[in-house]
């Protein structure tokens, strides 16, 4: 059996090596940890959209892991991990809100930020792209759309910094209790919004979740200070990797940006070619809801299982030369955004972001280049990212 340690500096920095031996040796991983790590396409694709596989873990058993504190309270609630009817019914009322028009209208005011953030970095000659661009703008655009004030955004980032730890398959002591202190008191931050909104509802997106309606159903105060969390939390972490493994890749070779620069009209395509290549997300958790009796092995019914949506994006049994980046492929049926009911739901927002961003790049700093050493990674489990990559204006 081949032994992983999933959370090694050396499988953090650069998961693909390890991904791609499992899944030619042991691609039915039984893990040290516990769990199961399945990483061919084949697998992936399909378990991501069967009902054979529910939510990661019952609210006992998150109970067990984190206690009875305020991470408990947020995963407990959080509707990525319910099961139907549950999950269909928050994930209804939130699409009711959390709609495409909402995250389109937003388009003109993302080129306004991105103008921005690009402005002060010409202004002062140089950036450190994640801190000064990528980090900047999907924390700026969803504390906008939920009416956060522009001050608490840097506070709410802050908070929202602790969840990649422990929503990781091995969680550290320490880690639990940073994010104990941080959820508790961004739980106590959206309900101030919430009490505001309800004295005066306005036209932003809390306002929106809070009114939602189903069949005479509303968000409990519970399931809106949750939803608000996960909202911030996962679509910020996740458009900051994106753009950051994106412009990582495109310049480590400077012939695949000048591509872009060439033909900005291939901006759209390079952002599923990063999602495939480099998904800012390397796990997506699930529970067998009954044996799975797999080509490499059976995983027993109740078992916890990891779909490796970094490893299925590069299986050679699907994408052609999947090592290779390649801007132009057309089939390109990845994984990056989960699948199934439990689909990213914002993935529209994280595209039209990451859109917006590297056309405004291309157009206006047609030279820049990477600078400094070797890349360093954000060292969580599920998570993929750069924590810095400084690079030169031209």
Known sequence: MTTVDFASKAFIDDPHPTLHRLRAEDPVHRSAHGFWLLTRYSDVAALLRSPRLGTSRSAEQFRALYGDGPTFAFASRRFQYFDPPDHTRIRSLVTKAFTLRRVEAMRPRMREIVDGLIDSSVAAGA????????????????????????????QLSRWA?????????????????????????????????????????GDDLLSALMSAEDEGRRLSEEELRATVIFLFSAGHHTTRNLVSNG???????????????????????????????????????????????????????????????????????????????RIERTDN??????????????????????QTLLAAMVARLPHLALTGGPVAWRQTMTYRGPEALPVTLG
């Open 127 to 154: 950036a450190e792209f994640v801190t000064d661009i990528a980090h900047p703008l999907p924390a700026i655009v969803i504390c906008e759309m939920l009416g956060v004030p522009e001050e608490d955004q840097p």
């Open 247 to 325: 412009v990582y890749t495109l310049l480590r070779e400077p012939a695949r940006w000048r591509r872009l620069v060439d033909d900005p009209a291939l901006v759209v395509p390079a952002i599923e070619e990063c999602l495939r290549y480099e998904p800012s997300i390397n796990f997506a958790p699930r529970r067998a809801r009954e044996t799975l009796v797999l080509e490499g092995g059976t995983i027993p019914a109740g078992d916890l299982v990891f779909l490796s949506l970094a490893g299925a994006n590069r299986d050679p049994a699907r994408f052609a030369e999947p090592d290779d980046f």
């Open 333 to 354: 049926d990845h994984v990056a955004f989960g699948g199934g009911i439990h689909h990213c739901l914002g993935a529209s927002l994280a595209r039209a972001e990451a």
């Open 161 to 201: 910094s602790t969840i990649p730890f422990i929503i990781a398959p091995v969680i550290e002591p320490e880690r639990l209790a940073d994010a104990d202190a941080a959820i508790g008191a961004f739980f106590d931050y959206v309900s101030g919004m919430i009490a505001a909104r309800r004295a005066r509802p």
